[in-house]
């Protein structure tokens, strides 16, 4: 089963330390070049970590690339430009990374757990003090 294109971007912002990335959109591309469709934009990366962060995507560009049909394009975002251009992805920029934390705090259901079923669960509420 090939993976789906939100799959592909969030398996690059794990390959890349949890930062924000997204495909560009169509309408926010500048110009006509070959590629657009399979370039992914990536929020809040200081110059200095460019060269790191694409050498933590290489062992699993080529999959990427046959996947999506082509060469994959990359363009970063300093953290200035991205509040400065993109204020929505700045907000989001650490959910990735958040995200992961929450899910190394959950653990599976273990056989030989009761089960609880939601009715059964009493209700409360937080009273302001």
Aim: net charge positive.
């Amino acid at each position: 089963m090939r993976p789906t294109p939100d799959e592909i971007v969030r398996r690059i912002s794990v390959l890349l330390g949890g930062k924000s990335v997204r495909w560009t959109p169509a309408a926010q591309a500048v110009g006509d070049y070959d590629g657009r469709d399979r370039t992914v934009e990536v929020f809040e990366v200081e110059a200095r970590e460019q060269r790191p962060l694409l050498r933590r995507l290489r062992p699993e560009r080529k999959r990427i690339e046959d996947v999506i049909g082509g060469p994959l394009i990359v363009l970063f975002h300093t953290p200035a430009e991205t509040r400065r251009l993109f204020p929505e992805m700045s907000s989001r920029a650490r959910y990735p990374a958040l995200a992961q934390k929450i899910a190394s705090w959950t653990r599976p259901a273990h056989e030989g757990d009761r089960s609880v079923e939601p009715q059964d669960v009493e209700r409360f509420t937080i009273e302001a003090a």
